[in-house]
Structure formats: structure tokens, C-alpha cells
């Protein structure tokens, strides 16, 4: 039997499509592009989908 490989986030930011997760994926994404930063990758969780996409624009 094969064993599941499941991937691996930094961080995971639930309610990402809220008005504070909005907040905290733009603080995130300012952590994520900087050279010297631990944080390289990370994943947003919510209810709706169309609402993730507009919470990364």
C-alpha cells in the first residue's frame, strides 16, 4: 500500500475571505516576497472559492 504524501504550509490563514483575513493574507503576502523571510509558502481556507481568489487580488 502506498503511502499519502500531504502538502506541507508554513502557515494555513482560515477565513481568508473575511474582512480581517483579507487583512492577514495581505500582512502574510508582504512576509512571503521578502529575501530573509522563514515564511515560503502558505494557504488560504474559507467557505467560498470565488471569495479566496478575491481576497489574493
Known amino acids: 500500500?502506498?503511502?499519502l504524501q500531504l502538502p506541507t504550509y508554513d502557515i494555513i490563514?482560515?477565513?481568508?475571505?473575511g474582512f480581517i483575513g483579507k487583512y492577514v493574507v495581505?500582512?502574510?503576502?508582504?512576509f512571503l516576497n521578502s529575501p530573509n523571510s522563514p515564511?515560503?509558502?502558505?494557504?488560504?481556507?474559507?467557505?467560498?472559492?470565488s471569495k479566496?481568489?478575491?481576497?489574493l487580488k
Open 39 to 49: 515564511l515560503k509558502t502558505l494557504s488560504l481556507a474559507g467557505r467560498n472559492s
Open 26 to 30: 495581505g500582512e502574510a503576502l508582504k
Open 1 to 3: 500500500m502506498t503511502e
Open 13 to 17: 490563514i482560515f477565513g481568508a475571505s
Open 52 to 55: 479566496l481568489t478575491e481576497s
